[in-house]
């Protein structure tokens, strides 16, 4: 094999591999995008505690309807 | 449990226990509606009026400013998505209840206080009861708001909001539900409420490459400015730098802002601001009918000043806003 077409190779390789990781971050950013939209019910009790430690107080908010089930 | 139904913004999220809605800074805990942001501000500064922006409302004055973490948006280029999409207990707080913010603010010489940075409509509780205090001792209240806010909580807001600098981030629903994951019609709606109820607005539009910087966006935009809030609402056309999940983009070319400030001006809006990029004619108040310089500035910097009584020095022509 020649020496031009060994780089060639190397050259096509290393654009495969480019390509691959940004496909890879783009979907890595769009799956961290829609999690950090709406996160989910967390455990109550652990909530509270990481409130507390981060010293936030929670406070009745306004504007809201309870939802009888 | 009971779920709750939060009615603050249009995203109306319905939360089970343990819940927080999309702004993350309001939870269902055990049936109720909280806050978890009260008197907790993640960044407490003193600002220039001028970098809200708001370039006609009392100039030159210090607006001391508060933010808390969250926010009812996630646009792709927030430039302060350190605070604005983490939650509450991942940034750095302080104490700092409305009584002390008050203090604060009258010890620091600010004439307003603004709230700023993520997004006043998310921290409402804490933002209304500092800005009854304010007013009660001679402050005015100062929001930079996306306003995507429903009409009833805005309904209370215009009360004790004396000034506003809004963020018009497109002018299309598709450009809101791509970058902002918002909605484009609230907004607008929004944006007339203010300024028919007498909140002094100024709008803001930040101009992405790719996303919302053609000659029909400008276009669109400004038309719907002149026939919904008129020509004497000033607008800042500004310029994106690169951030949190648009780094790919390069920041807006300077032509294009100088673009959109010509098309705006063409359509008749007679205030029309560069931002973000100091020596820009665009920094400058124009006056509309001698068209001198009314106040000349390099970014947030006031260099001249020719406005007397609220009128153009030069030619005595009235420019709007707020100047003593």
């Known amino acids: ?69 | 449990m009971n779920r709750v139904k939060c009615l603050l913004c249009p995203r109306e999220c319905e939360l089970v226990n343990g819940e927080r809605g999309d702004c993350r800074a309001r939870m269902n805990i055990d049936g109720n509606l909280k806050t978890l942001v009260y008197g907790r501000p993640c960044a407490v500064h003193v600002d220039p009026i001028e970098k809200k922006p708001l370039f006609h409302y009392l100039p030159g004055t210090g607006s001391f400013s508060i933010a808390t973490a969250g926010c009812n948006l996630h646009c792709m280029y927030c430039q302060n998505w350190e605070i604005s999409q983490r939650e509450p207990e991942h940034t750095r707080n302080m104490v700092l209840e409305p009584e002390e913010v008050i203090r604060q603010a009258l010890d620091a010489n600010c004439r307003t206080i603004a709230y700023t940075y993520s997004e006043p409509v998310i921290f409402f509780e804490y933002a209304s009861d500092t800005a009854r205090l304010a007013h009660e001792r001679g402050l005015l209240n100062v929001w930079v708001t996306a306003a995507y806010i429903n009409p009833g909580p805005l309904e209370e807001a215009v009360k004790f909001v004396d000034a506003a600098n809004i963020d018009l981030k497109g002018i299309t629903d598709k450009f809101y539900r791509t970058v902002t994951k918002g909605t484009l019609q609230p907004v607008l709606q929004a944006i007339k409420t203010m300024k028919s109820s007498g909140v002094w607005v100024e709008l803001t539009n930040l101009v992405v490459p790719t996303y919302n910087d053609t000659r029909e966006d400008f276009s669109r935009l400004c038309d719907w400015v002149v026939e919904n809030v008129g020509v004497e609402v000033p607008v800042h056309f500004s310029r994106f730098w690169p951030m949190f999940q648009l780094k790919n983009l390069p920041p807006t070319p300077i032509e294009v802002l100088t673009r959109a400030r010509d098309i705006a001006m063409s359509k008749g809006i007679h205030y029309v601001y560069v931002g973000n990029v100091p020596g820009h004619d665009g920094n400058n108040t124009y006056c509309p009918v001698c068209k001198n310089i009314v106040i000349k500035r390099r970014g947030y910097m006031i260099l001249e000043y020719n406005i007397v009584g609220g009128k153009c020095k030069f030619c005595s022509h009235a420019i709007p806003g707020r100047w003593e």
């Open chain 1, 1 to 69: 094999m020649r020496s031009k077409d060994r780089l060639f190779i190397f050259l096509s390789i290393v654009l495969i591999i480019l390509f691959i990781a940004s496909l890879l971050e783009q979907m890595s950013i769009s799956t961290s995008s829609e999690r950090s939209i709406r996160p989910q019910a967390e455990d109550i009790s652990g909530v509270l505690i990481k409130l507390e430690e981060a010293n936030l107080e929670p406070q009745e908010a306004r504007f809201y309807r309870v939802i009888n089930e």
